[in-house]
């Protein structure tokens, strides 16, 4: 049996689109799903900033202030860009802007090299923009630029927030302050209160007297380590952090982050570090409507990106191999052959007729 032409043309089509099924699903989705190269992500955050009050010897009352993040793409080479994260704070006793550059994979928003030309900071492979796709809730770290060291984030549980599902996830770390922009002035602070070198020592005497004023669980590690200490003691400013995320379990976004750091002057006796004083706390959030927009889009992407990776590529396979079921089912008929005995009797009926 053969093809009708319109049969053949029904074949063809169907063909076509099964084959722009795949392309759909094995080409543009990937393409979807990678770091675009223009991005536009902003985010606020509010929290509360106690400071040390010296009448109090002790944190004082909270500030109010805000940080507005954004995070936009410098540069793209193949499946590498370039993104930096601009931070800027407002506060009552003045603002202030930090800036960070990274590499990322767009592909999986992991850490790479620099391209050519570039500097970014090592983020010690941790997550500085987003999680991956489909994210494991397991083996994930934050870096903190305060301290440039990576947060270890454990899974604590699941929940839905804004209508996501989301990883929670906690960190803990201690470290000492690394980034220059935080750490000079924070320095030049306890240089002008001891009077004497660079924020990197305080005077021997002024660790006895502020022994003398500590709970006496305190002051007792304190003193008993000044005893073979210089006249001055080097000291160490760390900060303690605690971070709670929720994390989109399908595009591995963080919707809300909620952070707990409190900077700490220490001395440093030998290999250990002997807690003198806090100095700050600062406990920050992602604000409500910050969440309420990152969950909205990632909804409105959620529902684009199963039309285009499931229904579309499955309507186009159904249609073509329909086509091309109606084109198997309309072939067109060979004309029959008659048998060889069929043609002798015939031709001896065409003989008997000539001779008679």
């Given at each position: ?5 319109s049969s053949?043309v ?6 076509l689109?099964i084959a722009a ?13 990678k ?8 985010s606020?955050?509010t929290?509360s ?7 109090k010897?002790?944190l004082?009352?909270?500030v ?7 995070v936009d793409?410098?540069?793209?080479d ?9 931070s800027?704070?407002q ?7 930090s800036s960070?550059?990274?590499a ?7 850490q790479?090299s ?5 500097e970014?900071e090592?983020?010690?492979?941790g997550?500085?923009?987003s ?7 397991d ?13 270890t ?11 996501r599902?989301?990883?929670e996830?906690?960190g803990?770390l ?8 935080v ?6 602070g306890i ?8 924020g990197?020592v305080l ?13 006496p ?20 400013l760390t900060?303690d952090?605690?971070i ?5 379990t399908?595009f ?6 909620v952070?707990?750091?409190t900077?700490v ?13 806090d100095?700050?706390?600062a406990?920050v959030s ?8 990152t969950?909205?889009?990632l909804?409105?992407s959620?529902?684009?990106l199963?039309?285009?990776s499931?229904?579309l ?20 008929p060979?004309?029959?052959?008659p ?14 007729a000539?001779?008679s």
């Amino acid at each position: 049996m053969s093809l009708r032409r319109s049969s053949l043309v029904l074949a063809i089509v169907g063909v076509l689109l099964i084959a722009a099924a795949a392309l759909i699903r094995f080409v543009l989705v990937p393409s979807m799903t990678k770091m675009p190269t223009e991005i536009d992500s902003r985010s606020t955050y509010t929290g509360s900033l106690q400071s040390f009050d010296p009448s109090k010897f002790a944190l004082g009352d909270g500030v109010a202030f805000t940080v507005a993040r954004h995070v936009d793409v410098d540069h793209v080479d193949g499946d590498v860009a370039v993104i930096t994260s601009v931070s800027e704070t407002q506060r009552p006793t003045g603002d202030s802007t930090s800036s960070h550059t990274y590499a990322l994979s767009r592909v999986d928003y992991t850490q790479q090299s620099a391209p050519e030309g570039f500097e970014v900071e090592d983020q010690k492979g941790g997550m500085v923009f987003s999680l991956p796709m489909n994210p494991s809730p397991d083996g994930n770290t934050l870096y903190d630029t305060v301290t440039r060291e990576a947060i270890t984030l454990e899974h604590v549980g699941d929940s839905v927030l804004e209508g996501r599902d989301v990883f929670e996830l906690r960190g803990n770390l201690t470290a000492p302050i690394a980034d220059p922009a935080v750490l000079a002035p924070a320095q030049a602070g306890i240089a002008a209160m001891a009077g004497v070198g660079d924020g990197s020592v305080l005077p021997k005497q002024t660790l006895q007297v502020l022994a003398g004023v500590l709970p006496p669980e305190k002051a007792q590690p304190i003193t008993a380590a000044l005893a073979a200490q210089p006249d001055l003691v080097p000291v160490v400013l760390t900060v303690d952090t605690t971070i709670d995320m929720n994390i989109d379990t399908r595009f591995g976004s963080p919707l809300r982050s909620v952070q707990d750091q409190t900077t700490v002057l220490n001395m440093k006796n030998g290999d250990e570090l002997i807690p003198l004083l806090d100095l700050s706390r600062a406990v920050v959030s992602t604000d409500d409507a910050s969440v309420a927009n990152t969950a909205s889009k990632l909804s409105s992407s959620e529902t684009m990106l199963d039309i285009v990776s499931k229904w579309l590529p499955l309507l186009l396979t159904v249609i073509g191999v329909v086509l091309i079921a109606v084109a198997f089912l309309r072939r067109r008929p060979e004309p029959a052959t008659p048998s060889a005995g069929e043609v002798d009797d015939a031709s001896g009926d065409v003989l008997e007729a000539t001779t008679s």
